[in-house]
């Protein structure tokens, strides 16, 4: 069995910062890419960033250079550092790692992220 649990969201006024976070445990035998992914109210989910094993990052456009995800191999974890935050940043954020041996995805329960006034 494999668990991933996010933590870290919250409500926050705009311009502000918020540090997620991701751990992964269970019959884990290797390291693997994991992703954000962030899902708002009456939307499609959709990919925030990617690190790979070797910590190479990359974002989606509306990322604009606000958010830094990285990684504790160690510790089979993902962190998604959020600055700059906007309204539109509103969403619940997922943690998601693919196992190939598996063949799965495997997600987490979300965490909400509110920006507001």
């Known amino acids: 069995q494999v668990q991933v649990v996010e933590s870290g969201g919250g409500l926050v006024q705009p311009g502000g910062s918020l540090r997620l976070s991701c751990e992964v445990t269970g019959r884990i035998f290797g390291i693997y890419p994991m992703k954000w992914y962030r899902q708002a109210p009456g939307k499609q989910r959709e990919l925030v960033a990617t690190i790979a094993v070797n910590g190479w990052a990359t974002y989606a456009e509306f990322v604009e250079s606000r958010f830094a995800i990285s990684r504790n191999n160690r510790k089979n974890s993902v962190y998604l550092q959020m600055n700059s935050l906007k309204p539109e940043d509103t969403a619940v954020y997922y943690c998601?790692?693919?196992?190939?041996?598996?063949?799965?995805?495997?997600w987490g329960q979300g965490t909400q992220v509110t920006v507001s006034s």
């Open positions: 998601n790692i693919r196992i190939p041996e598996f063949d799965a995805d495997y």
